[in-house]
C-alpha cells in the first residue's frame, strides 16, 4: 500500500444510485481476476443497495473496521490485514462465506466462488472516489 488512505467513508444521504461507484471498482477488480477491462458489478468491492420506491440508495464498502470479525472467522486465513486495509488472499479463499456472515460489506462472487471486498485498490488510491460526481465516497 502506497497511499495514506485508511479507509472510506460513505455520505448516505447523497447518494442518487448511479453505480458509478461499483463500475469502475468492477473494472478494477476485473484485472485480479485476469479479466482485464471488464465491468461486472458482481465483482465491485462497492455495492449500491437500493430502496427505489423510496428513493434511498445505500452504498455499501468496507470501512476497515477494528473489529475485524471477517478476519477471525476465515478458517483458510484467507483475510489479512496489510497496511492497516483488510485484504482477501483469492488463492486462499475456500468460499465458504463466512466472512459474509459475519460483515454485510463482504459478498461471495458467484462465478470464482471467492470473497469480494474494498481493498482501497491495493495502493491506497481508490478509484470509486474520484469516479462518484456527488461527494458521497471520500478519502480519510
Known sequence: MSGDVSQIKVDM?????CRRCEV??????????GEKGVTNPRRSGVKVKSDEKDGFYSPLVC????????????????IEIDSG??????????????CTDV?????????????????LCGDGEPRCVDACKHG?????
Open 85 to 98: 486495509v483488510v485484504i482477501v488472499d483469492f488463492d486462499l479463499c475456500s468460499g465458504c462465506g463466512a
Open 24 to 33: 469502475v471498482c468492477s473494472w478494477e477488480k476485473s484485472q485480479l481476476f
Open 136 to 140: 458521497v465516497l471520500r478519502c480519510v
Open 13 to 17: 444521504e447523497s447518494c442518487r444510485g
Open 63 to 78: 470501512d476497515q473496521c477494528t473489529s475485524k470479525d471477517c478476519l477471525e472467522v476465515c478458517d483458510a486465513g484467507a
Open 103 to 119: 460483515c454485510d460489506k463482504i459478498w461471495l462472487d458467484p462465478e470464482y466462488e471467492v470473497a469480494v471486498k474494498c481493498d
